[in-house]
Every structure is written in structure tokens, then in C-alpha cells.
């Protein structure tokens, strides 16, 4: 009803609803066109895999993975009544359980110490962060030297000491936390990068307010340096996570699932019942369980994480 | 007691260029101590220094008649607010000012009742339980001053905490702080770039430049007798006329062809230097009357302030200010009267700068009269 009535007024009124149209929708062409490498790329490697893997969960296939009989949900009735998935499922919980704290308190304390400003801490930090520059699969088998039952360091220190030689990747008790302490040293590098590019953007200005305030090193760590680095932590301990539930390269190395599956990790089951055995259908189970899993953890440590982390 | 005494006191970064070089002075109990300088004069690393964190190169630093170079920040006695206020942005207001004293250890009780006497004296009651983001500049300010003054340390050190503000909120904290420092007898040592500041603050006032002492002593002292010509600039608002001249025949003789007037007793001084630079405050060259017009001078810019009107003038190749009450309807490229008289103009040594001959200390009077 307004613009008729002012019509009369202006000549040559434009229609202000029409041409916001039109430029929102020129706008929107605009952001997909610079979006459209993003889509393609995502749409080949990761949406239609996913879309195809959820399709294959429900069917039995050939050999080939082309499927064959459908079969709705008995493949994820089969895979929680077995034995196996069940073992690597609480596994990877493990490996979770001991990776995730293992390789953030380590690197931490490294980014603390590689933060204080000495002479030659460059060297250090280009140290610490090495191992981000090694493939997992060149430390896989520096680690297997280092693990070997008879000529590796490991069991010799541990003779050395007086102790009986362990079986690092032989024995079921000790397989699991060989390959953790492997990975750990492999995340060591990024996470340790990350946390030290969070410890420096912390303003030094609070640091010399505490240290007139009488405030202790300790006291400094625990009242500014963590709550200032909780958004990094944060981050570090989603990236973490997630990495460890998709651990593959060390397992295939190290120990290819052994001994007794104790180290037979999700995504190692996974490509096991899918390459080994041709059984897509419980393989692509498996993979949305595991997405499922993931998805599940990151949601609830996003809930958690909001209460506790201080964004600037 | 000299609450703060400093000793020839020098600080160079890797042996090399001194950014601060021999300082000495000191600081009595209860002062309000302005060092002001340009930026990159050095005072806030002595600022630094003095509250122990930055290392002291040479010289020697003294509290209450104690060697105190050694000793680190928190054994000082001292408190300090930044210029970006170094507030805990994860804590409430009510953690961020008890954050010393629980580093301290100090009782819970004496914690509670010391910070409900600080927030009470600060305005911060109702703004406890907020953190800093939710704060305006004007109230983050205050938990700086509480978080310093909560501590009860004798010497409170502050490292431009202005001049994040806007005028209006500057000029109120200025009689603020001034007020704060009155009332709990603190020692204060202020660091500005900004000579209002310093002039309005300051017991005494140090100026610095590229690291040395330029002068030390009241404001007013400043402002009437400046040490030298960089005090003389530095010092005052509108900045103080400056020009090179000439001596002849009881005549100064400005560049322009200006000519004043003077006294022999005034002249004899300036004989033995071989170039002479004068300068007149702003408020100095006044509206001439029939009586006592010098000059007619051309105007190149005119400034209606509502109370005072600011009118530029073109002297040679300087432009010269004058600052008169009133409005004053005058037009750029107009020639108008001025009276210059020779008492009211100082003298320095163009060649080192040093004061020769400072004006007539104005009398009260004639401060009614203007």
C-alpha cells in the first residue's frame, strides 16, 4: 500500500523490494562461485563417499564392493554381537584414554619450558617440534627398532637396569601402550606448535602486573597461563581426539592389529573387514559407528567445553 | 626520606646504544612525580626499571634509603597500573582486584574487607561480579587504580593510564587520580607523553628526551623558566614562538625584519653568544590599543575556541600563535595591531639550546589584567 501512495511523489520510484531481491540473489551467485572449488572438492572426497558408505551399510556386497543383497540394519546387529568389534572398540577407547592425556601433558610442559625467553631456545623449539615433519610411517618404523626384542634400545636400557626384557609389541599387555607411547611422540610436534603459538599470544603485560603483584611461578601457571590457553587447549584436545579414534598408520606397522587384536584399532578393523575380508557392507557398519562415535564426542565436548573455556 | 632515590642510572640494550643515560634523581615521600617526555625518550623503561622489570645496567636504586637493584618486583613495596590496564580478562572484577592479595596469601577476612572499602571508594559496588569485556574504558580504569591501591603499597607507579580514553574521561580521571593520591598519602610516579597531563598533575615534574634529563622542577617553573629550548617547546599550549635573531644597536632584528626594542641591561647578556633564538608565549602577544601597538602582523588562520580566540600569524618563515580572550571577529589575511613587549620574551642559545635569559615572572596582577 506505501508505494502506491508514494507513487505521485516520485516519478521514477524504483521498487525497493525488487531490487534488494535482485541483489541478494546476485550476492548469493557471487558466494557460491567463490565456494564452488570447495564443493567440488568436498562433494567428490567427502560427501558422496559418505552418502555411499551409508547406502553400502545396509546391503551385502560382492567381492568387488558392488552390492548385492539388501539387508537393512543386520549388518549393525552383526557387528555389535561380534566379539571382535567389540574388542576394538574398547581398544580404541583405550588408545583414546591414554594418547589424548598423554600427548597434551607432554607437550604442554614442552611448550612451557620452549616459551621462556633464553639464549638458543630456538633450537629447542625447532626440536620440539620435529617430529611434525616426520610421515607416520618413517616413525613407525623408527619406532619398531626402538621396540625390537632383542636389538632394540628400549629392552636394552630395560636389561641394563636389571629388569627381564619385554615383549613392547609381542605381548598383549604391553602392545597397546608400545604403540600409544609411539603416538604420542608423533603428536608431540603439532600439538606442541600449537600450544606455543597460544602461550605467546598471551599478553606479557599480565605476567608483569602478577609479578608486582607477588604472585609465584606456579600460582602465575595456574591463575593466568591456563585459563589464557583454554581456548587452544581446547582445540588441541578436539584435534587430539579425533586423531586418535582414526588412528591407522602405526597400528599397520607396528603391530598389523596383533597380538590377540589388542591393538586392532576401529579404523584398522575397519580396513581389515573391507580389504582383507570384502565385507563392504559391515565395513561401511563400522565406519558410521565410528563417524557416529566421533561426532558424538566432539558435541559433547563442545556442551562441556563452553563453560569452561574463556574466549577473548 | 627519599622514597625513591635513582643514582646515575643507565640502561643499554646489548652493550650498545644507552637508551637511558646517567639519571639521577629523587623522589620524596607523598610526591606526585610526572616524568613526561616524547615518545621514545626512555621514561617508560625507567618507569620499568624502577618497579624491577626491566634490568638496571648501571647505577644505583634506592627505597627508603635502600639498595633495592637486586631485588625483584613483588619485594618493592610497590604497586603498578599499565597503560592497557593488564586486567585478567578470565576473572571477575571482585578476582581481578583480589588476584595480589591471594598470591599473598593474605587473610580471607582482611581480603573481603579491603576490597569492599576499595570498590566502595572506586564506584565498583555494583560492577563486582562483571569481567573486564563487559566493562566500559572509564570503569576498566578503575579496576586498575583499585588493584593498586588494594594492595596498600606505599609507591604506586603508573605508566601512561590515560591515554586510552577520550578528553571528557581524561580530564575527570586526571583530578580523580590526583584526588586518590592526596587522600591515601601515596608516593606517585606518573609517566605521560602529554604535558597537560603533566602540568596539571604533576608536585614535580621531570622532562626527558632521548634519554637524558632536560629539566626537573615545578610546573610552573617549567613553563616560566625552561631549561632549554626543548622544554621550552615541549612545555605549554599552544607550543611557545620561536625565532632566530639578530642584535643591533639595542634592537633585536628577527629574521623577517621584525624589530624589537631593549633595555641595555637586558641586552648585555646576549652579547657574548654568537646566535640568539627568543621565544614568546602565546598568551604574550596581545591585542594592541591605540597606546601600546609594536606590530601589525598578518594573519594566516584564526581559531574561535568560544572563550579565547587563536589567531596564527606569519613572522618569516615561522608561524607565530596568539592566544587572546574573548572573541575576537577577525579574518585570515587581515593585518591587526599586536603589543609585544621585551619582558615577556625569553632567550636561549640557538647553539645549545640553553636558556639565557628567561621573561618577567608575571605578577598577579597583571594576570587579572589579562
Same mark, same amino acid.
Do not use: Q
Given at each position: 500500500m506505501n508505494e502506491i501512495a508514494y507513487q505521485p511523489e516520485f516519478q521514477t520510484s524504483v521498487n525497493f523490494t525488487k531490487e534488494k531481491k535482485k541483489q541478494r540473489i546476485s550476492n548469493l551467485i557471487k558466494g557460491i562461485l567463490f565456494l564452488l572449488p570447495s564443493i567440488l572438492l568436498f562433494g567428490v572426497f567427502l560427501f558422496y563417499p559418505m552418502g555411499k558408505t551409508i547406502y553400502l551399510s545396509f546391503f551385502l556386497t560382492d567381492n568387488r564392493g558392488d552390492p548385492t543383497v539388501f539387508v537393512g540394519l543386520e549388518n549393525y546387529v552383526k557387528i555389535f554381537q561380534s566379539s571382535n568389534f567389540l574388542q576394538s572398540l574398547k581398544s580404541t577407547l583405550l588408545f583414546a584414554l591414554f594418547t589424548v592425556p598423554g600427548t597434551i601433558l607432554v607437550s604442554l610442559v614442552l611448550a612451557i619450558l620452549a616459551n621462556e625467553k633464553l639464549r638458543g631456545i630456538g633450537v629447542f623449539r625447532t626440536i620440539f617440534s620435529?617430529?611434525?615433519?616426520?610421515s607416520v610411517a618413517a616413525a613407525s618404523v623408527f619406532w619398531m627398532f626402538l621396540f625390537h626384542p632383542t636389538i632394540g634400545w628400549l629392552n636394552r636400557i630395560v636389561e641394563a637396569m636389571g629388569f627381564e626384557a619385554v615383549g613392547w609389541l609381542t605381548d598383549p599387555d604391553w602392545a597397546l601402550l608400545s604403540v600409544s607411547i609411539s603416538t604420542i611422540w608423533m603428536n608431540i610436534g603439532f600439538t606442541f606448535l600449537i600450544l606455543l603459538g597460544g602461550l605467546q599470544s598471551i599478553d606479557s603485560y599480565l605476567y608483569e602486573s602478577a609479578d608486582i603483584d607477588g604472585a609465584g611461578y606456579f600460582y602465575k601457571l595456574r591463575r593466568i597461563t591456563i585459563p589464557m590457553l583454554s581456548p587452544t587447549l581446547f582445540f588441541v584436545l578436539t584435534v587430539t581426539l579425533i586423531n586418535a579414534f582414526q588412528t591407522f598408520g602405526q597400528v599397520d606397522m607396528l603391530t598389523r592389529g596383533g597380538p590377540q587384536n589388542e591393538t586392532n584399532l576401529i579404523v584398522y578393523s575397519i580396513y581389515q573387514e573391507a580389504?582383507?575380508?570384502?565385507q563392504f557392507g559391515t565395513a561401511s557398519a563400522q565406519a558410521i559407528i565410528l563417524f557416529i562415535i566421533i561426532l558424538l564426542l566432539t558435541l559433547v565436548q563442545f556442551k562441556l567445553g563452553e563453560r569452561k573455556v574463556h574466549y577473548q | 626520606m627519599k622514597a625513591v632515590e635513582c643514582i646515575d642510572i643507565s640502561k643499554s640494550y646489548d652493550k650498545q646504544k644507552s637508551v637511558l643515560d646517567q639519571i639521577s634523581f629523587s623522589i620524596e615521600e607523598g610526591e606526585f612525580y610526572v616524568l613526561v617526555g616524547p *615518545?621514545? *625518550?626512555g621514561k617508560s623503561t625507567l618507569l620499568r626499571m624502577i618497579a624491577g622489570l626491566e634490568e638496571i645496567s648501571s647505577g644505583m636504586l634506592r627505597m627508603n634509603d635502600k639498595v633495592v637493584n637486586h631485588l625483584p618486583p613483588k619485594d618493592r613495596k610497590l604497586s603498578m597500573v599499565f597503560q592497557n590496564y593488564a586486567l585478567y580478562p578470565h576473572l571477575t572484577v571482585e578476582q581481578n582486584i583480589l588476584f595480589g592479595l591471594r598470591a599473598k596469601k593474605v587473610d580471607k577476612k582482611e581480603q573481603q574487607k579491603r576490597l569492599l572499602e576499595t570498590a566502595e571508594m572506586m564506584g565498583l559496588t555494583d560492577l563486582l561480579k562483571r569481567k573486564p569485556k563487559h566493562l566500559s574504558g572509564g570503569q576498566r580504569q578503575r579496576v586498575a587504580l583499585a588493584r593498586s591501591v588494594v594492595s596498600r603499597s606505599p609507591i604506586c607507579l603508573m605508566d601512561e593510564p590515560l591515554s586510552n580514553l577520550d578528553a571528557k574521561l581524561r580530564a575527570h580521571m586526571r583530578v580523580e587520580i590526583r584526588r586518590l593520591q592526596r587522600k591515601l598519602g601515596l608516593t606517585m610516579i606518573y609517566v605521560t607523553h602529554d604535558q597537560i597531563e603533566a602540568m596539571t598533575m604533576g608536585d614535580r615534574i621531570m622532562v626527558l628526551n632521548d634519554g637524558k634529563i632536560q629539566q626537573i622542577g615545578e610546573p610552573i617553573t617549567l613553563y616560566n623558566e625552561p631549561a632549554n629550548l626543548f622544554v621550552a617547546s615541549f612545555i605549554g599550549s599552544p607550543k611557545i614562538n620561536l625565532s632566530k635573531v639578530n642584535l643591533l644597536d639595542q634592537k633585536i632584528i628577527l629574521e623577517c625584519g621584525l624589530e624589537l626594542a631593549l633595555e641595555k641591561g637586558d641586552l648585555l647578556p646576549l652579547l657574548t653568544y654568537k646566535n640568539v633564538t627568543m621565544g614568546i608565549r602565546a598568551e604574550h602577544i596581545l591585542p594592541g590599543t591605540h597606546e601600546n601597538t609594536t606590530h601589525l602582523l598578518e594573519v594566516v588562520n584564526v581559531e574561535q575556541l568560544g572563550n579565547e580566540t587563536l589567531l596564527t600569524f606569519e613572522v618569516g618563515k615561522e608561524l607565530w600563535t596568539a592566544k587572546w580572550l574573548g572573541q575576537w571577529k577577525v579574518k585570515a589575511g587581515e593585518y591587526v595591531p599586536v603589543s609585544i613587549s621585551t619582558k615577556n620574551i625569553s632567550f636561549f642559545?640557538?647553539?645549545?639550546?640553553?636558556?639565557?635569559k628567561p621573561c618577567m615572572p608575571t605578577t598577579e596582577q597583571e594576570v587579572v589584567l589579562i
Open positions: 620435529s617430529t611434525m615433519g616426520i580389504f582383507m575380508n570384502y | *615518545s621514545g *625518550s642559545d640557538t647553539d645549545t639550546g640553553v636558556l639565557i
